[in-house]
């Protein structure tokens, strides 16, 4: 910028010695842990209640398969305690976020021109709205159209003599279900961060509408990375994600710099 367009789009920061942009760190820092550890203390009293939220869809595909309630075990006599700890960890990182991305606008702000508080704030509004978009995603479409599919192999009478029924561990279900929607709501972040680079000149919507079947290919091979190995959720991550990629065309095309005729 030169010296008219900092005058006209100002820098609202006043000039700081290194040691108070340390001591501003530290504050924004104990501000997101103490958010942490509060959402960490309040979802571990509520964590049997959010065990069971995420245990729903599991229960309710048991249920209407079998006609009868069925359970998930664990096999070490830690496992329990240390399945709630996750549970609580993964509902406070969900739940804290906001108070995590606002401590680092708030650290970061100051040192933006107007125009770039005004470009980066829909960016900061969508990536959680994203997120949690992914994340129900998986839970209410995704999960239940997996587990149907995993329990069409069980045999309540036996081919053999033996039945073959699940006994999920409770561990690996929650640690499945979690990982699943952490990857799905950071699967949906994807038009922000093309946005962004357009945004940038990184990239452009040209240049992704060029390399369209690339990334198509490219989307299967990711949810086929972070996804269970069955066609059900990696389809289900891979086709948002080209819906997501489209949307993303569009955005670039809206954000970039359109090239000056001399």
């Not at 530290?26 to 959010?50: E, H, N, V």
């Not at 990184?202 to 060029?210: E, F, N």
């Not at 069955?230 to 954000?255: F, H, K």
């Amino acid at each position: 910028m030169d010296s008219q367009d900092v005058q006209e789009d100002p820098i609202n920061d006043k000039p700081m010695p290194l040691l108070d942009h340390l001591i501003e760190l530290r504050t924004r820092l104990l501000w997101s842990m103490g958010a942490f550890l509060i959402c960490f203390a309040i979802c571990y009293y509520f964590s049997r209640g959010i065990y069971s939220f995420l245990a729903q869809p599991l229960a309710d595909i048991l249920v209407s398969k079998t006609g009868q309630n069925r359970r998930l075990i664990f096999t070490a006599l830690y496992e329990a305690f240390f399945t709630y700890l996750k549970v609580a960890f993964f509902g406070a990182a969900f739940i804290s976020f906001p108070v995590i991305a606002s401590q680092v606008w708030l650290f970061v702000a100051p040192g933006l021109y107007r125009s770039e508080k005004k470009a980066f704030l829909p960016f900061l509004v969508a990536t959680p709205v994203l997120f949690v978009a992914g994340a129900a995603l998986a839970y209410y479409f995704v999960f239940p159209a997996a587990w149907t599919f995993f329990l069409s192999f069980e045999s309540p009478d036996g081919g053999g003599g033996l039945p073959v029924q699940l006994e999920a561990k409770v561990s690996e279900y929650l640690g499945l279900v979690m990982r699943l929607i952490f990857a799905f709501g950071l699967a949906f972040q994807l038009p922000v961060l093309l946005t962004l680079l357009a945004k940038v000149n990184i990239i452009s919507s040209r240049g992704l509408k060029k390399y369209r079947r690339y990334a198509y290919v490219g989307m299967f091979v990711v949810a086929a990375i972070i996804t269970p190995p069955d066609v059900i959720t990696q389809t289900g991550l891979a086709i948002p994600l080209i819906a997501l990629y489209e949307i993303s065309i569009i955005t670039a095309g809206w954000v970039e710099t359109k090239p000056v005729d001399v």
